[in-house]
């Protein structure tokens, strides 16, 4: 995380706001699989998008949930991004009426690698940066490419000193 800070701006998102946007994506995918019957299962990226995930299976009633884990560091020096842990691909297939959610696209190296093993599936993400953009179909809100967004499971409640300073 050390080379990918410091942003200039920080975007603070609180588990009711992403279970807001989480919601808003899953209405937005409602209806548009690709087969009449709707979207037969939910691929999550893990770590981060597990939690948009279930809130989207829950909205859209999707039983059939799975995960993609992609490894982007080797210790600590930087290497190709690559799967390592699969969702069960017998039953994904190519990914047809498949829902990749994941929480947010930064440079899209990561959809990159998973659109590779599941190229008809659909990728949404509940936060997109400029960059990455256009390696996903679906997504709910925008940010600026320098901004940071840090998510409810990485924060925690503390005291902060009042504007106007007691000395
Ligand atoms: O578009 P990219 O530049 O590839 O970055 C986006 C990815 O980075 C973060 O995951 P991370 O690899 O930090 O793992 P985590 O989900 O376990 O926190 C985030 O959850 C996305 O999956
Ligand atoms: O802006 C971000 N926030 C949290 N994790 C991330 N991984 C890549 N970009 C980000
Ligand atoms: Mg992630």
Known sequence: MQDRLPHEKGFHVSWDQLHRDARALAWRLDGHGPDPEGWRAVVAITRGGM???MIV???LDIRTVDTISVKSYNHQTQSEPRVIKFPDMELMGKGRGVLIVDD??????TLEVVRAHLPEAHVATVYAKPQGRNQVDS???EVSQDTWIFFPWDMALQYVQPYRGTD
Do not use: C, S
């Open 51 to 53: 939690a948009p995930a």
């Open 139 to 141: 997504y709910i809100t």
């Open 104 to 109: 947010l696209v930064d440079t899209g190296r």
């Open 57 to 59: 299976a829950r909205e």
